[in-house]
């Protein structure tokens, strides 16, 4: 099955500067890569997500990239402020109608001031 | 539209009980995913239901079981609980497939 690693576990950044989340999968029918984000004691949040047609995306200061050749994509913060301090999940799946979501095991964001 | 909701909110169960979880969707949405959520394994997929049916199963014992009713409400229940089994119970639900699931605020399930 699916198998997504996630690096780094834990990743500090002063305000302002942007912070990169980067994650691996194994199967390569995967085509479909959403990145959630959860704050302490709430729910994960959908923030981006990027499908395998694509090479990258962008929402304002969050941007993912994909590598399909490479099995790997990447959660860019760019101008990080505090309320951005959470655990950022990854995930991967197929979009066929017995799919499944698997994700990456979190990275804890900090940002300092 | 009102969000995915989840009851209860918090359960204290004993090892040897069973407990039933329950999960709405967001108005229109037919598929339901449950996930457990631990601080050392993460997210962990538990299973999927699309028009009552299950459609997709994680690797965990038959223990755990859903099911979906025709309004796509959907519970699962957990029997003979282990200490192993507190967590944080999740349940996303999305418009037709595994895409853009937006997730409940969980049911925090602690087993003595």
């Known amino acids: 099955g699916e198998n997504v690693e996630q690096h780094p576990s834990t990743l500090s950044v002063q305000e302002g500067d942007s912070a990169v989340i980067k994650c691996t999968y194994s199967?390569?029918?995967?085509?479909?890569f959403p990145w959630y984000k959860q704050e302490l004691g709430k729910r994960p949040q959908l923030i981006i997500d990027i499908r395998s047609n694509v090479g990258e995306k962008k929402d304002q200061r969050i941007a993912v990239t994909l590598n399909k050749t490479a099995k790997h994509f990447s959660l860019h913060i760019t101008e990080t402020q505090p309320e951005d301090s959470a655990v950022y999940f990854c995930?991967?799946?197929?979009?066929?109608?017995?799919?499944?979501?698997?994700f990456g095991t979190g990275t804890r964001l900090q940002v300092t001031l | 539209k009102a969000g995915v909701t989840q009851t209860p909110r918090y359960l204290i169960k004993t090892r040897g009980q069973q407990v039933t979880l329950s999960c709405s969707p967001i108005?229109?949405?037919?598929?339901v995913s449950w996930y457990q959520q631990t601080p050392g394994q993460g997210l962990q997929f538990l299973f999927e239901y699309f028009s009552e049916t299950q459609r997709n199963k994680g690797n965990f014992p038959g223990r755990f079981s859903g099911r979906q009713f025709s309004n796509s409400r959907s519970e699962m229940n957990v029997s003979t609980l282990e200490l192993g089994d507190s967590a944080l119970y999740l349940c996303?639900?999305?418009?037709?497939?595994?895409?853009?699931?937006?997730f409940g605020p969980g049911t925090r399930l602690t087993v003595l």
């Open positions: 995930a991967a799946s197929t979009t066929g109608t017995a799919s499944k979501l698997t």
């Open positions: 199967d390569s029918a995967s085509n479909y």
């Open positions: 996303a639900s999305s418009f037709r497939r595994v895409d853009e699931q937006f």
């Open positions: 108005s229109g949405h037919r598929s």
